[in-house]
């Protein structure tokens, strides 16, 4: 299918048979970037995951050795099918990934330029994660409190205005950039924020755990524009996006928290790192758990930071799964209170068509208090009132549980661990010093003078 062009979401039907009719695959390819492709078109386009000839290409592609092709369960869900994830941790192995490519590069028979693609995507995943787990240590230290006091003395004001002048008119927009920080510090360099990149490829936003659901990228557009008139070129994107995460929460009730800063601005934003990079509301446990801790947090600080879900809520399709055709045995998911899935079903009604799906509406995760931080989340949880079902997943675990009940118990404990947890989130592979990524003048864009980035690295810095 070599020179075939396909071009969005309508293609994907077309991409995948194409591939299962064209190419055959041994054991190392399906375990390659290929697969990574596969999962980012499928994240790109999650309904069709619904289609029957994909899930079934799909299937077999995640379970090459049964004989009987497994289904993909039936769920309305623009994320993921948790199988679809199975194999990911996998792949950000520095050393299995590099394993992969050798053994792709050796044995794929197809389009040479597919392959170069999926060599570029792998050696980008490899240099990342190298410099990754270093960078958390190294340059978390080099981040400090006050970092504007002599260039730009106003820089926290600035975004505290911002934020507040949005809250005042908009008290939901603290879930919204709380959320956009968390989405973009697993990984603090603003580039959740890029419009596109020089390379061209789709960006962070595009994602489908990210698209329409992103929330407060104009706040923190009107806090950078006033920052690019009090002091140019100084103040950058990551750091904006620091403040305003902890201004949002202290007008959601938290306790104003010192906000380190010093991190610069990448210049890579890449669509198909979402996947593997961003928890999934499919996820269990022991997913969310290996994630986090891939970023450098414990268990505990995972429940903690989960605790941010007492703000904003889900979209229909993040949580209907639970509520119609649950199981063979269960018309919902049995972890959910009855009522509360009674309750769901009138504000989350079946939708017809795919089209419908879009059309659902978003459902606040804690009613009561919505726009307020607090403790309720924990107290949802221990009620079977969990949104998500990797919200009330943390119920079955042994040790989640023991946190969720610590933490409903000691509302004040939890607030100041969140306020901790959320400046370590700050710190995750943040980019510190003159020779690592810019300062960039528009948030949404990388500076006019950027050098493409060759392999995922751009001269003077690695992405
Ligand atoms: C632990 C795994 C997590 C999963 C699976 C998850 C998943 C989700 C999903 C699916 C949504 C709904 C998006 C939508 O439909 O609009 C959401 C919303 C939200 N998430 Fe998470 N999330 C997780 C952790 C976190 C963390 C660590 C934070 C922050 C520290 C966070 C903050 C939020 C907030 C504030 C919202 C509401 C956003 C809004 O109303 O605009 N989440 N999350």
Same mark, same amino acid.
């Given at each position: 299918?070599?020179?075939?062009?396909?071009?969005? *979401?309508?293609?994907?039907?077309?991409?995948?048979?194409?591939?299962?009719?064209?190419?055959?695959?041994?054991? +190392?390819?399906?375990?390659?970037?290929?697969?990574?492709?596969?999962? +980012?078109?499928?994240?790109?386009?999650?309904?069709?995951?619904?289609?029957?000839?994909?899930?079934?290409?799909?299937?077999?592609?995640?379970?090459?050795?049964?004989?009987?092709?497994?289904?993909?369960?039936?769920?309305?869900?623009?994320?993921?099918?948790?199988?679809?994830?199975?194999?990911?941790?996998?792949?950000?192995?520095?050393?299995?990934?590099?394993?992969?490519?050798?053994?792709?590069?050796?044995?794929?028979?197809?389009?040479?330029?597919?392959?170069?693609?999926? $060599?570029?995507?792998?050696?980008?995943?490899?240099?990342?994660?190298?410099?990754?787990?270093?960078?958390?240590?190294?340059?978390?230290?080099?981040?400090?409190?006050?970092?504007?006091?002599?260039?730009?003395?106003?820089?926290?004001?600035?975004?505290?205005?911002?934020?507040? %002048?949005?809250?005042?008119?908009?008290?939901?927009?603290?879930?919204?950039?709380?959320?956009?920080?968390? +989405? =973009?510090?697993?990984?603090?360099?603003?580039?959740?924020?890029?419009?596109?990149?020089?390379?061209?490829?789709?960006?962070?936003?595009?994602?489908?755990?990210?698209?329409?659901?992103?929330?407060?990228?104009?706040?923190?557009?009107?806090?950078?524009?006033?920052?690019?008139?009090?002091?140019? !070129?100084?103040?950058?994107?990551?750091?904006?996006?620091?403040?305003?995460?902890?201004?949002?929460?202290?007008?959601?009730?938290?306790? #104003?928290?010192?906000?380190?800063?010093?991190?610069?601005?990448?210049?890579?934003?890449?669509?198909? =790192?979402?996947?593997?990079?961003?928890?999934?509301?499919?996820?269990?446990? *022991?997913?969310?758990?290996?994630?986090?801790?891939?970023?450098?947090?414990?268990?505990?600080?995972? $429940?903690?930071?989960?605790? %941010? +879900?007492?703000?904003?809520? %889900?979209?229909? $399709?993040?949580?209907?799964?639970?509520?119609?055709?649950?199981?063979?045995?269960?018309?919902?998911?049995?972890?959910?209170?009855?009522?509360?899935?009674?309750?769901?079903?009138?504000?989350?009604?079946?939708?017809?068509?795919?089209?419908?799906?879009?059309?659902?509406?978003? @459902?606040?995760?804690?009613?009561?208090?919505?726009?307020?931080?607090?403790?309720?989340?924990?107290?949802?949880?221990?009620?079977?009132?969990?949104?998500?079902?990797?919200?009330?997943?943390?119920? #079955?675990?042994? #040790?989640?549980?023991?946190? @969720?009940?610590?933490? !409903?118990?000691?509302?004040?404990?939890?607030?100041?661990?969140?306020?901790?947890?959320?400046?370590?989130?700050?710190?995750?592979?943040?980019? @510190?010093?003159?020779?690592?990524?810019?300062?960039?003048?528009?948030?949404?864009? $990388?500076? %006019?003078?950027?050098?493409?980035?060759?392999?995922?690295?751009?001269?003077?810095?690695?992405?």
């Amino acid at each position: 299918f070599s020179g075939k062009s396909y071009t969005g *979401d309508n293609d994907i039907f077309s991409i995948l048979s194409d591939i299962s009719r064209n190419c055959t695959f041994n054991k +190392h390819e399906r375990s390659s970037g290929i697969k990574v492709e596969l999962v +980012h078109l499928f994240s790109l386009s999650p309904p069709l995951t619904q289609i029957a000839e994909p899930r079934r290409i799909l299937a077999e592609w995640y379970f090459p050795n049964e004989e009987k092709t497994p289904e993909i369960p039936n769920k309305i869900s623009p994320f993921l099918p948790p199988q679809t994830f199975r194999a990911l941790p996998n792949l950000i192995l520095p050393e299995e990934s590099a394993a992969v490519v050798v053994a792709a590069a050796a044995a794929v028979t197809m389009n040479k330029d597919v392959l170069t693609v999926l $060599v570029f995507l792998l050696v980008v995943a490899i240099a990342r994660h190298a410099t990754a787990s270093v960078e958390l240590r190294e340059t978390a230290s080099r981040l400090r409190v006050g970092y504007y006091n002599s260039t730009c003395p106003k820089a926290e004001e600035i975004v505290r205005e911002a934020v507040t %002048a949005r809250h005042a008119v908009d008290p939901t927009i603290a879930a919204g950039l709380i959320r956009l920080y968390f +989405h =973009d510090c697993f990984g603090c360099d603003a580039s959740i924020l890029l419009d596109e990149t020089p390379s061209g490829d789709p960006v962070e936003k595009s994602s489908s755990a990210n698209g329409f659901t992103l929330r407060g990228l104009d706040v923190i557009d009107a806090a950078k524009s006033a920052l690019e008139s009090a002091c140019p !070129a100084t103040v950058s994107c990551a750091d904006v996006l620091a403040f305003a995460a902890r201004d949002a929460a202290a007008l959601a009730g938290l306790r #104003r928290y010192a906000v380190p800063a010093g991190r610069r601005d990448g210049v890579v934003s890449l669509a198909s =790192d979402v996947p593997s990079g961003l928890p999934s509301p499919a996820y269990s446990v *022991d997913n969310m758990t290996a994630l986090f801790a891939r970023k450098g947090f414990s268990p505990a600080e995972m $429940v903690v930071l989960a605790g %941010a +879900h007492s703000v904003g809520g %889900a979209h229909c $399709v993040a949580f209907s799964n639970r509520l119609y055709n649950f199981s063979a045995t269960a018309e919902q998911d049995p972890a959910m209170d009855a009522t509360y899935a009674a309750h769901l079903r009138t504000l989350c009604p079946l939708p017809a068509t795919l089209a419908d799906v879009a059309k659902q509406p978003k @459902v606040d995760f804690d009613p009561r208090t919505a726009t307020t931080l607090d403790t309720s989340y924990y107290v949802g949880l221990q009620t079977g009132r969990g949104l998500l079902a990797s919200d009330q997943a943390l119920m #079955r675990d042994r #040790r989640a549980r023991a946190i @969720v009940q610590r933490m !409903a118990q000691d509302p004040r404990k939890w607030a100041r661990k969140f306020a901790k947890a959320m400046v370590k989130l700050g710190e995750v592979e943040v980019l @510190v010093g003159d020779k690592e990524g810019q300062i960039r003048t528009d948030c949404r864009f $990388v500076n %006019a003078d950027t050098d493409i980035p060759f392999f995922g690295i751009i001269p003077g810095g690695i992405l």
